[in-house]
C-alpha cells in the first residue's frame, strides 16, 4: 500500500489549496479514503471522508462549507479541495485508508496558511 500526497504549501488568509494523494498497492475502487491532519502540537485531527464509490462525503465541522473532498477512481487518486484558507488550518494533511483493519498514512504535505 502506498499514498503519496502532494499539494500543500505556503498560502495567504482567505487563499485556496488542492491537495492530491496518489494511491497504490490496493483495490482503490473499494477503499474508504480520509484525510486527516495534525497541526504543530497537536494530536491528529479528521478532516473528511468519502466513500468508496465517492458518493457520501463527510466534513469535521471546522473545515465544513469550506473543504471538498473528492476523488478520481480511474486515477486512483483522492483529492482535497481547500478554499477560505484560515491561520488555524495549518498544518501536516495526510491520507488515510484502512484495510482489512489496518491503517495506512501517507508521508503527508505540509500547508502552512500566513500573511
Known amino acids: 500500500v502506498q499514498l503519496v500526497e502532494s499539494g500543500g504549501g505556503m498560502v495567504q488568509p482567505g487563499g485556496s489549496l488542492r491537495l492530491s494523494c496518489a494511491a497504490s498497492?490496493?483495490?482503490?475502487?473499494?477503499?474508504?479514503m480520509t484525510w486527516v491532519r495534525q497541526a504543530p502540537g497537536k494530536g491528529p485531527e479528521w478532516v473528511s471522508r468519502?466513500?468508496?464509490?465517492?458518493?457520501?462525503?463527510y466534513y469535521a465541522d471546522s473545515v465544513k462549507g469550506r473543504f471538498t473532498i473528492s476523488r478520481d477512481n480511474a486515477k486512483n487518486t483522492l483529492f482535497l479541495q481547500m478554499n477560505s484558507l484560515k491561520p488555524e488550518d495549518t498544518a501536516l494533511y495526510y491520507c488515510?485508508?484502512?484495510?482489512?483493519?489496518?491503517?495506512?498514512w501517507g508521508q503527508g504535505t505540509k500547508v502552512t496558511v500566513s500573511s
Open positions: 488515510r485508508t484502512s484495510i482489512v483493519g489496518e491503517d495506512y
Open positions: 498497492g490496493f483495490t482503490f475502487t473499494s477503499s474508504d
Open positions: 468519502i466513500t468508496a464509490a465517492g458518493g457520501r462525503p
